[in-house]
């Protein structure tokens, strides 16, 4: 696919990755909207930077924790920019949990954040797609679905439904829209760490450092590019899933 005048869709898409995604995508050429639930500074400064990047740029608020958004999420895209043809699932939670201390609330507010969400957001995105045009959709999941976390019980299975998702999707959604997705390791302090606590978990890497945003970036760009691939999961980990 030929990202040049394309619309974009990204959730979370004001800081951290998906801020990363947002302006890849953009300096690729495509017109973004971008999602955020409480950063809305944040979501205007993205939006600048996107426009002085020669694209347009338009935000839109929403509380992904409540998947019934979804159809109206990607409406105010598509009234804002034109017919939206990439969808990035980038935001979700990250709640610190156990099977011991999980709560039914708790895991209901998880997996309709992080799983519900991005499910009804591609059904939402397969369904106003217009019939002559082809579709992308990548997902961020995390490379810790295959050796769980221990302390996010109901994140890691979350993410588990995504990985699914990917490779359900793209079957249910071809040949016309392709789905896949990126898996990531350690490329940020998570919310709460500083550097030195990145470096810590970096240091039993077979690359031995921290990825930052730039990695999970182009490996996006190319997967929506690349248009002989779908269902498939890209770890972008350093090697992580090696140790």
Known sequence: ??????????????????????????????????????????????????????????????????????????????????????????????????????????????????????VFLTKAFAATLPDDMEGVVVNVTDVKTHRPYRKHFSYVIAKGGIDTLTRAAALALGPRIRVN??????????????????????ADLPLQRAGGTDPVAAAVVALVQNDFVTGEIVRIDGGGHLV
């Open 181 to 202: 997705a990126v898996a990531l390791g350690v490329i940020l302090p998570p919310p709460g760490e500083d550097e030195a606590y990145l470096a810590t978990l970096a």
């Open 1 to 118: 696919m030929d990202i040049a005048g394309r619309v974009a869709l990204v959730t979370g898409g004001a800081t951290r990755v998906g801020r990363a995604l947002t302006l890849a995508l953009a300096a690729a050429g495509a017109d973004t909207f971008i999602h955020y639930n409480s950063s809305a500074g944040p979501a205007e400064h993205v939006a600048a930077e996107v426009e002085a990047l020669g694209r347009r740029a338009a935000t839109g608020a929403a509380d992904l924790g409540d998947p019934a958004v979804a159809t109206d999420l990607v409406a105010a895209a598509t009234s804002a920019l034109g017919p939206v043809s990439i969808l990035v699932n980038s935001a979700s939670g990250f709640p610190l949990d156990t099977l011991d201390d999980l709560t039914l609330d708790g895991w209901r507010q998880t997996l309709d954040l992080t799983l519900a969400t991005p």
